[in-house]
C-alpha cells in the first residue's frame, strides 16, 4: 500500500509539473508529428527503422492537442518503466532510480520513441526474469542498509527531485516552453497575446521573439509605431532566411499564411512536413487545408480535409470546415499567376505585393519599416509619397513622422506637405540636446523605440 501511494505521489507531482509549467511544448509535439487510420499509412511506417515503436509513438501524440491529457501519458510512460523496473527488484526507490535519466533521454526529442524505448525494454526485463524465475529460485541480495526506511525516503526524494529539475531545465530554464508557447500563439492567431508575451528586452536579443512580435505588431496595426521598440534591425527580421530548424521553418509557414501569399505558405509548409519521418506533420496539414480552402481549390483543400478527418482528433476541426468547403465546390481558385516571383528578397517582395494589394496596409508597412531598418531613406521617401494618399491621410505613424522631421531638413516640402506632430518635434529637439551634451544613456533610455536613436546608436556603437 505504501509504495503504491508513494508511486501516485511521484506520478501527480510529475503530470504537475508537465501541466503547469511546459503544457506548450506538449501541444507543439503534436503538431510536428502526424498520424492517419489509412492502410497506406500503416504499410509507409513498417519500412521505417524502429516502425512499431514510431507508429505508437504517432498514434499516441495525436493527443498532445490537450496539454492535461498530454501530461497524463507523459507521466504515465516512464512511470511504467520504474513500475516494471520495482517488479524485478521489489524496492521502490532502485526503481526510481533511473527516472532522472528517462527524463532526461526524452529532452529535446520530437518524437515518444526515448519514452516507449525505455518502456518496451524495463518491460521485457521483467517479462523475462518472472519467466525465468519460474523455474528456477532467483533472488538479488541486497546488504541491509538497502532495507533502511530513511535511507529509503532519501533516496526517492533525491530521484524525484532530480526528475523535476530535468523537467524544468530541459524546458523552462532554457527558454523552450516560452517559444513553444510563441508558436501556438502564432498559429492560432492571437496576437495580443504575442505582444504581451514578449518585452522590448527579449526582442532585442532573440531573433525568434522579435519576428512573432513583429509580426504581431503587423497584424495589430502597430508595426509603423513600434516596430524599433522590440529590437527591427534590418529587412531581414521578418522572417527566416535560414529555415533549417523545425522552429524557423513553421514561422515562415505561419507568416506567409497570416499575409495571404499562397505559394510561399505552400513551399514552406512542404519543407516542414517532409523533414519529418512520415513525410508529413499536423501543422503543415492544418495549414494547407486551410490555405486551400481560401483560394477556392476543392481538390486540394477535400484531399487535406480527407487526410486529416482519418486522424482520431481532428473530427470537430474538420466539420467545422465542410460548409466552407462546400461552398467552394464550384470556385474557380483565386491563384496569383505572378505570385511565383515573390520571396526573395524582403523589400522587393514587400513592394511587389504592395503594388497588387494597394489596399492592404500590412504589405505597405512591411515595405516601409524595412526601409527603415535598412536606412534606405530616399527609396522610404519615394514610397511613402506613394501610400500616403491611400493609408495615411488622418494620422501619420509616429516612426513615419520622425524620419519625415530628418527628411525635411533636406526637402523643406516634406514638413508641409505632412502633418507632424508637435509632440514628435519636441521630442526630437530633446533627443539632439541629450545627445549633444553627452548625456547618450538617457537618451538612448528615454527614446529606445524612435527612429533617430536607432540611427544615430546603430552608427555610435559604445561599450
Given amino acids: 500500500m505504501k509504495r503504491f501511494f508513494v508511486f501516485i505521489l511521484i506520478s501527480v507531482l510529475l503530470w504537475a509539473m508537465w501541466f503547469f509549467l511546459c503544457p506548450y511544448s506538449l501541444v507543439l509535439l503534436e503538431g510536428f508529428d502526424f498520424f492517419a487510420a489509412l492502410p497506406d499509412f500503416t504499410f509507409l511506417n513498417l519500412d521505417i527503422p524502429g516502425a512499431p515503436l514510431k507508429y505508437i509513438s504517432a498514434f499516441l501524440l495525436q493527443f498532445y492537442a490537450h496539454p492535461a491529457l498530454a501530461a497524463v501519458i507523459h507521466t504515465l510512460l516512464p512511470m511504467l518503466s520504474v513500475f516494471c523496473i520495482w517488479l524485478i527488484f521489489k524496492n521502490v526507490w532502485i526503481a526510481l532510480l533511473p527516472l532522472p535519466l528517462l527524463l ?256 492592404d496596409r500590412r504589405f505597405a508597412d512591411f515595405l516601409l519599416c524595412a526601409l527603415l531598418a535598412d536606412r534606405n531613406k530616399d527609396l522610404f521617401y519615394k514610397y511613402f509619397q506613394d501610400v500616403a494618399a491611400e493609408h495615411y491621410q488622418s494620422s501619420i505613424p509616429r516612426l513615419y513622422q520622425e524620419i519625415l522631421l530628418l527628411i525635411a531638413q533636406e526637402e523643406p516640402e516634406a514638413a508641409s506637405r505632412y502633418e507632424i506632430s508637435e509632440e514628435v518635434r519636441d521630442q526630437y529637439k530633446n533627443f539632439v540636446y541629450l545627445v549633444s551634451s553627452g548625456r547618450e544613456k538617457v537618451a538612448r533610455k528615454r527614446y529606445s523605440g524612435t527612429y533617430w536613436a536607432y540611427l544615430y546608436f546603430q552608427n555610435h556603437k559604445h561599450p
Fill in 104 to 359: 532526461w533521454y526524452q529532452t529535446g526529442d520530437l518524437s515518444l520513441v526515448p519514452y516507449l524505448t525505455g518502456v518496451a525494454v524495463s518491460a521485457l526485463a521483467a517479462v523475462v526474469y518472472h519467466i525465468f524465475a519460474s523455474f528456477v529460485r532467483v533472488s538479488f541480495p541486497q546488504p541491509k542498509i538497502l532495507n533502511s526506511k530513511w535511507l529509503g525516503i532519501s533516496m526517492v526524494s533525491v530521484s524525484v527531485l532530480m526528475s523535476l529539475f530535468v523537467i524544468w531545465n530541459g524546458y523552462v530554464r532554457n527558454g523552450y516552453e516560452k517559444i513553444a508557447r510563441l508558436d501556438y500563439l502564432v498559429e492560432n492567431r492571437m496576437w495580443n497575446e504575442v505582444i504581451d508575451s514578449v518585452s522590448p528586452q527579449e526582442a532585442g536579443y532573440d531573433d525568434y521573439r522579435r519576428k512573432c512580435v513583429l509580426l504581431a505588431l503587423s497584424e495589430t496595426g502597430r508595426l509603423a509605431d513600434d516596430a524599433f521598440l522590440y529590437g527591427l534591425s534590418g529587412s531581414s527580421d521578418f522572417v527566416f532566411g535560414n529555415t533549417e530548424n523545425v522552429m524557423s521553418r513553421n514561422f515562415n509557414m505561419n507568416f506567409y499564411s497570416t499575409s495571404g501569399l499562397v505559394n510561399p505558405t505552400v513551399y514552406y509548409a512542404f519543407q516542414q512536413a517532409t523533414q519529418f519521418v512520415l513525410g508529413m506533420n499536423f501543422d503543415s496539414a492544418r495549414c494547407l487545408a486551410d490555405t486551400y480552402l481560401k483560394v477556392g481549390d476543392y481538390a486540394l483543400a477535400k484531399k487535406y480535409l480527407d487526410i486529416l478527418s482519418h486522424s482520431s482528433c481532428h473530427g470537430k476541426w474538420v466539420r467545422d470546415r465542410l460548409d466552407k468547403l462546400e461552398s467552394i465546390r464550384d470556385a474557380v481558385p483565386e491563384y496569383r499567376v505572378d505570385e511565383k516571383h515573390i520571396w526573395g528578397n524582403f523589400v522587393y517582395d514587400m513592394s511587389l505585393m504592395h503594388e497588387r494589394c494597394p489596399e
